[in-house]
């Protein structure tokens, strides 16, 4: 078993999707296939169910999952470690990014840090909510920006910002005329909504603020990207949700936004181990904070228990 054995199943178990998998890795759809058959021949086992409608993983396939996204994440670590140290960088932060952070937001930080630590290398990694706390635990990553509102045991989690929730809606759309969507409006229409566990964390504060319309709701698809759901946004399969940054972002002319009733907010937590954090830690989380302060708003609480996690 090869490495490129790992990546290729990776990006086919992330995409469910034959084509989209190997559009993302620049190869024909057809030795994507041959490559996943040989892995699962080596395994013994059967990685996915695939149907002409859908492909789906088998529980060996999940398991591999994790492991493959673990092992990947030790080569690449490996791989900046010895660069960094050939650039001249003296130290290394590991950074794991969850849930679509905006990045204009994220060059931001990253210029700071260049700015005020230069010879600490920032090393990033996007990966989803279910694997970031695995590679914390794991001590793969020294901290994280997720959205997730779990709790878990040995980490401690800090709210940082918070961000407007929006809708999404295709620009000729009726219900432009609200200035504020209520949910019951939400209810009548169909839903493009991210797949769950390519999203885990803003999917859970989803959840929160549909609850009391969610036996009514209707999912006309759900999707493995923001651009994606975007796309059947504007092409009209329905509406879509994410926070007010991220959608400014991507200036697509077809879509417009308007807020939810009740000013809905999305929460990102900075989350690292329950340990005392190394100096370049400590400077890092103070470099997160100032960049967008965490506030006080008390609509934030409304999509998510804040500062459940700190200690």
Request: proline share 6%.
């Amino acid at each position: 078993m090869e490495l490129r054995h790992l990546r290729c199943f990776v990006a086919v178990a992330e995409e469910l999707h034959f084509a989209r998998a190997a559009a993302r890795l620049h190869i024909e759809q057809s030795p994507l296939s041959r490559i996943i058959k040989d892995l699962e021949y080596k395994l013994g086992v059967q990685l996915f169910e695939r149907t002409t409608r859908r492909t789906r993983l088998t529980w060996a396939g999940t398991v591999l999952l994790e492991e493959a996204r673990r092992i990947i994440a030790v080569v690449e670590q490996a791989k900046a470690s010895v660069k960094g140290a050939a650039a001249g960088y003296r130290g290394q932060l590991r950074v794991a990014l969850s849930d679509g952070v905006p990045r204009s937001r994220l060059a931001a930080l990253l210029a700071l840090s260049r700015e005020e630590d230069p010879d600490v290398e920032v090393f990033l990694r996007e990966v989803p909510s279910a694997t970031q706390i695995k590679g914390l635990q794991d001590d793969l990553y020294d901290v994280g920006l997720i959205q997730t509102t779990n709790q878990v045991e040995g980490l401690v989690a800090i709210p940082v910002w918070h961000d407007p929730l929006v809708v999404a809606l295709p620009s000729r759309h009726h219900l432009l005329a609200y200035r504020e969507i209520p949910l019951n409006e939400i209810a009548r229409h169909p839903l493009v909504l991210c797949e769950p566990q390519v999203c885990e964390g803003f999917w859970q504060q989803l959840q929160l603020v549909l609850q009391p319309v969610a036996p009514r709701l209707t999912i006309a698809e759900r999707v493995p990207t923001l651009d994606l759901m975007m796309a059947l946004v504007a092409a009209g399969y329905g509406l879509g949700f994410s926070s007010q940054p991220r959608i400014t972002e991507l200036n697509n002319r077809d879509i417009v936004t308007r807020p939810l009733a009740g000013n809905s907010k999305l929460t990102t937590f900075l989350v690292r181990r329950d340990i005392e954090p190394s100096e370049p830690l400590s400077r890092f989380i103070d470099r997160v904070t100032r960049t967008a302060p965490c506030t006080d708003d008390p609509a934030a609480t409304q999509v998510t228990a804040v500062c459940t996690w700190e200690r």
